[in-house]
């Protein structure tokens, strides 16, 4: 049986002063540490995202892992206008974006990526790699290397959940941590 483990990258510059991310590939981490893992690794995805590789190589100085593929797919959810500027502005500019002081999950921000848009890319992904199907019977363990809103709606969709705000609020990955997702 196939088990799927996430890796959100170490922090940014971004998420310690709350400005927002989004899909940003030069932004580097601006902290980072060993990371454990207890399992061996088969199978690595990772987002082309700097801050995702230069996580990945944090957890690959301690950790073995078979072969690592890069891919555009396990970008950050596209934010458009909103990438790269301050949450409290935006939630100012852009209040139905919000729930909170977080981005709703069924608006699309402005220019930026819709919540069926990122489902499908999510979708595109597991199908793509096989890692939709139930009846995987080969053992292994994948590590996919990623961002906090594209990990969530991976969690979802593996999980046949349906989403709900609540629900997606209440899910956070830990930046830097392996957690088992299936």
């Known amino acids: 049986m196939t088990e799927i483990y996430a890796l959100r990258h170490f922090r940014t510059d971004n998420n310690m002063k709350d400005v927002l991310n989004g899909r940003s590939i030069r932004l580097p981490v601006s902290e980072a540490r060993q990371v454990e893992c207890g399992v061996q690794i088969d199978k690595v995805y990772c987002s082309e995202a700097l801050r995702c590789r230069?996580?990945?190589?944090k957890f690959l100085e301690t950790n073995k892992a078979g072969e690592v593929?890069?891919?555009?797919?396990?970008?950050?959810?596209?934010l458009g206008d909103m990438e790269g500027r301050p949450r409290q502005e935006m939630i100012?500019?852009?209040p139905d974006k919000f729930t909170g002081s977080r981005l709703d999950v069924f608006a699309a921000p402005p220019g930026g990526e819709s919540f069926?848009?990122?489902?499908?890319r999510a979708s595109s992904f597991l199908r793509r790699t096989g890692l939709d199907k139930e009846d995987i019977k080969e053992k292994s363990n994948i590590l996919i290397?990623?961002?906090n809103q594209f990990l969530k709606m991976l969690y979802f969709t593996i999980h046949k959940k349906e989403i709900k705000k609540a629900a997606w609020n209440a899910l956070s990955f830990p930046f830097g941590e392996v957690i088992k997702i299936s």
Request: charged content about 40%.
């Open 54 to 57: 230069q996580t990945l190589e």
């Open 69 to 78: 593929e890069y891919t555009i797919e396990l970008l950050e959810r596209d």
């Open 92 to 94: 100012s500019l852009y």
């Open 116 to 120: 069926e848009e990122l489902r499908e």
């Open 145 to 147: 290397c990623s961002h």
